[in-house]
C-alpha cells in the first residue's frame, strides 16, 4: 500500500502492476507498451485474452502514445468530456503490446478526471493498459480496501486513494469506423452524447455472433458477479412477500428513501433483511453498487435482490451492470 505517485510512476516505467484509483472505479495499470507487464496483468486478473484492455493517458495532449490517428468523432467527444468516465475507441499506435487490443488494430483509451491518477498517469508518462482491479468476472473495486481483499497478492502495489465518485465503468464509444457506436453504457448517457456527435449509433447485442473480437470490454464474458445469486425485482411489493426466513439470508437495495412495512408483521425491509441499502437517486445507485454487492458476499448472503433502474437514458448504465450481475445480458 503506497500513496506515493511518484513511487507508483516509476513501478510502472519498471514493468511491475499497480493499482489506482479513479472516479469509475479503480484500475489494475501496466506499462501498454510492455508484452511482460501486460502478460501479468491478464494472469493476476485471470483474464481471458480475448478481452481488450482500456488505456489511460494523462491529458489530451498524450493521445499520440496510443492512438496512431484519432479520428474526428472522437477528438470532439474527448474534448467535450475528459477528463472523465469516457472511453473512445481508435487505431491503435503500434508500440501497444498486441495483448492490450486482443490482436485488433484498435484501442480504448481514456484520460480519467481523478487527481492521483492524472498525477501518476502524468509522472508515468506512457500509455498505462488499465482494466478494474478485481478478479475477472468479480464485482469491480471502488475503495482500495475491496482492492486489498481481492488483489494485494496479486500485484505489487496499490495506490490508496479516496473512495470512487462514480462508482461504475466509463461510457465507451467506438470512433474507428465510418459511424460512432455506443459499445458500453456509463455515467455520460447516449443523450449527452449526442449532443455532440448526433449520429451516435448503439451497438446492437447479435453483432457479438458476427464479430467474435470486440473492440470494447465488458461486451462478451461474465462480469460484475457476486458469489451470491443475484435477483431483480421492480416493485417492493415483490420483495416484501417474500417470508422472513428468506429474507433474513438475503442482501436487499432499493431505490427508494421511503421503507416499506409488511402488512403482516409490521417490520420494514431493514428489520427482515440480512443487509438493506435504500439508495436516493441512480447515481447514488451506481456509487455504491458494486460495494453493496461485495458486501452482502462479506455477510454470506444467500441471495441478493436488486431493485432494477428503468429502462431509459439515466437508468441505462447501471441497469446494464444490474442484468450481467444477475447472469443476463439484455
Known amino acids: 500500500m503506497i500513496e506515493d505517485t511518484c513511487v507508483a ?3 510502472l516505467q519498471s514493468g511491475l502492476l499497480v493499482a489506482f484509483p479513479t472516479e469509475t472505479v479503480f484500475g489494475l495499470g501496466a506499462d501498454a507498451t510492455n508484452p511482460k507487464a501486460i502478460a501479468r496483468l491478464f494472469m493476476a486478473k485471470g483474464r481471458p ?5 482500456i488505456v489511460h493517458l494523462g491529458s489530451i495532449d498524450h493521445l499520440s502514445l496510443a492512438a496512431e490517428m484519432v479520428t474526428e468523432s472522437a477528438q470532439v467527444l474527448l ?3 475528459s477528463p472523465g468516465p469516457l472511453t473512445v475507441v481508435v487505431p491503435k499506435h503500434p508500440s501497444l503490446a498486441s495483448a492490450v487490443t486482443a490482436g485488433r488494430e484498435t484501442v480504448g483509451i481514456r484520460i480519467p478526471n481523478h487527481p492521483q491518477a492524472l ?3 502524468q509522472r508515468c508518462n506512457r500509455p498505462v493498459a488499465a482494466p478494474s482491479a478485481n478478479r475477472s468476472g468479480r464485482p469491480s473495486c471502488t475503495t482500495w480496501q475491496a482492492v486489498w ?3 494485494h497478492s496479486r500485484v505489487d502495489y496499490i495506490l490508496r486513494g479516496d473512495s470512487c465518485q462514480i462508482g461504475i465503468e466509463s461510457t465507451v464509444v467506438d470512433c474507428s469506423g465510418s459511424q460512432p457506436v455506443q459499445l458500453r453504457a456509463g455515467a455520460i448517457t447516449l443523450e449527452q452524447l449526442r449532443t455532440v456527435v448526433p449520429d451516435i449509433k448503439t451497438w446492437n447485442q447479435p453483432e457479438m455472433a458476427i464479430d467474435p473480437t470486440l473492440p470494447s470490454p465488458g461486451l462478451r464474458h461474465a462480469h460484475y458477479q457476486p458469489v451470491a445469486p443475484v435477483y431483480l425485482f421492480d416493485y ?4 416484501i412477500e417474500l417470508p422472513d426466513s428468506q429474507l433474513a439470508q438475503s442482501a436487499c437495495a432499493d431505490l427508494s428513501t421511503t421503507r416499506d412495512r409488511d402488512g403482516a408483521s409490521g ?3 431493514a428489520e427482515r433483511c440480512l443487509l438493506y441499502r435504500s439508495f436516493s437517486s441512480i447515481a447514488d445507485y451506481m456509487r455504491g453498487f458494486y460495494e453493496f454487492l461485495r458486501e452482502a458476499d462479506r455477510r454470506g448472503a ?4 436488486l431493485q432494477i433502474a428503468p429502462a431509459n437514458d439515466q437508468g441505462a448504465a447501471l441497469r446494464d451492470r444490474q442484468l450481467r450481475a444477475a447472469g443476463k445480458t439484455n
Do not use: C, G
Open 9 to 11: 510512476a516509476q513501478a
Open 49 to 53: 485474452s480475448d478481452n481488450p484492455l
Open 79 to 81: 474534448e467535450k468530456f
Open 119 to 121: 498525477e501518476l498517469l
Open 149 to 151: 481483499e481481492d488483489m
Open 236 to 239: 417492493h411489493q415483490q420483495v
Open 267 to 269: 417490520q420494514s425491509l
Open 302 to 305: 444467500a441471495r441478493i435482490y
